[in-house]
């Protein structure tokens, strides 16, 4: 099963805005809208941050967003904040047989 | 408040085989699908297996399809993983999370080490 395909590393001034893409194909990320974002902390468990494409859970700060265009799904942090340094990873749904789920390679976020 | 707490995890050589348990509490366990993700140290995640309310459905990684068995027991709020043929590769934190329903996943529990080592 190969992952999606995701920047190592994204950084940003804070304040700034960054976007950390995620890369499928049509059986995953272009075929459905069941893409989700993850940000994991050193030594703790993943936090689920953005659901089906762009909902954001109850909780989860507006600063972050997402979209998706084609296969490709995108996560974007506005007003980039120190706390906000952490791995992202994207998830979604892959259909076939059986049908499956998929994570991103993940993207280091640091904030300069 | 939702729960989720694993146990099991150990060094186990290869070929050898180990059982994972996830505890759930604080919500209807027997309603929601659940999920095992791993990570391997120092690495990524990934999708291990999910399991439906009624166990009529279950998924497997390619990695681990044929080798690990994913159970419940919704009368004892209880996830299971039984891993066979450990391999090194194997060695990761496993993770039990609770589905949504909406294909991704919103509880996770603090994960429980597996080490496959001679």
């Known amino acids: 099963q190969s992952a999606l395909t995701q920047p190592a590393s994204v950084s940003g001034s804070p304040g700034q805005s960054i976007t950390i893409s995620c890369t499928g194909t049509?059986?995953?990320?272009?075929?459905?809208?069941?893409v989700s974002w993850y940000q994991q902390h050193p030594g703790k468990a993943p936090k689920l941050m953005i659901y089906?494409?762009?909902n954001r859970p109850s909780g989860v700060s507006n600063r972050f967003s997402g979209s998706k265009s084609g296969n490709t799904a995108s996560l974007t942090i506005s007003g980039l904040q120190a706390e906000d340094e952490a791995d992202y990873y994207c998830?979604?749904?892959?259909?076939?047989?059986?049908?499956?789920?998929?994570f991103g390679t993940g993207t280091r976020v640091t904030a300069l | 408040e939702v729960q989720l707490v694993e146990s099991g995890g150990g060094l186990v050589q290869p070929g050898g085989s180990l059982r994972l348990s996830c505890a759930a509490s604080?919500?209807?366990?027997?309603?929601?699908?659940m999920t095992w993700v791993r990570q391997a140290p120092g690495k990524g995640l990934e999708w291990v297996a999910n399991?439906?309310?009624?166990?009529?459905?279950?998924y497997y990684g390619d990695s681990v399809r044929g080798r690990f068995t994913v159970s419940r027991d919704n009368a004892q709020n209880s996830l299971f993983l039984q891993m066979n043929s450990l391999r090194d590769e194997d060695t990761a934190i496993y993770y039990c999370?609770?589905?949504?329903?909406?294909?991704?996943?919103?509880?996770w529990g603090q994960g429980t080490l597996v080490t496959v080592s001679s």
């Open positions: 399991i439906k309310q009624d166990e009529s459905e279950k």
């Open positions: 999370a609770r589905d949504t329903g909406k294909y991704c996943t919103d509880y």
């Open positions: 998830y979604s749904y892959r259909s076939g047989r059986p049908a499956s789920f998929v």
């Open positions: 049509s059986s995953d990320v272009g075929g459905y809208n069941y």
């Open positions: 089906e494409v762009s």
């Open positions: 604080g919500f209807t366990f027997g309603t929601y699908w």
